[in-house]
């Protein structure tokens, strides 16, 4: 079993930046892959960015070049920079351990509003 606990949301005008974090216990030793989820109002959720356990990362296309994950042990980390009202969205975390062919676990979500 893998905990997840999110934190860094918040309220900031477009062109702001925030940082997320999530912070991961329990079976830490199992984690593959790391990521971050959003889903706003009446849309499906999308995949923003994951990190492999080697270092490898995977970005959404309308996030590359403006958001950056990274990983610390156990904590994963998604710095958003020149952020623009259609990022608001509760972000969430998620990991997929060792073995598994999708994500697992899941944190409770921090909101994202970006005002204009």
């Known amino acids: 079993q893998v905990q997840l606990v999110e934190s860094g949301g918040g309220l900031v005008q477009a062109g702001g930046s925030l940082r997320l974090s999530c912070v991961a216990s329990?079976?830490?030793?199992?984690?593959?892959?790391m990521g971050w989820y959003r889903q706003a109002p009446g849309k499906q959720r999308e995949l923003v960015a994951s990190?492999?356990?080697?270092?490898s990362t995977n970005y959404a296309g309308s996030v590359k070049g403006r958001f950056t994950i990274s990983r610390d042990s156990a904590t994963v980390y998604l710095q958003m920079n020149s952020l623009k009202p259609e990022d608001t969205a509760v972000y969430l975390c998620t990991v997929a351990v060792r073995g598994a062919t999708t994500f697992g676990y899941w944190g409770q979500g921090t909101q994202v509003t970006v005002s204009s």
């Open positions: 329990g079976s830490i030793f199992s984690i593959n892959v």
């Open positions: 990190i492999a356990s080697g270092g």
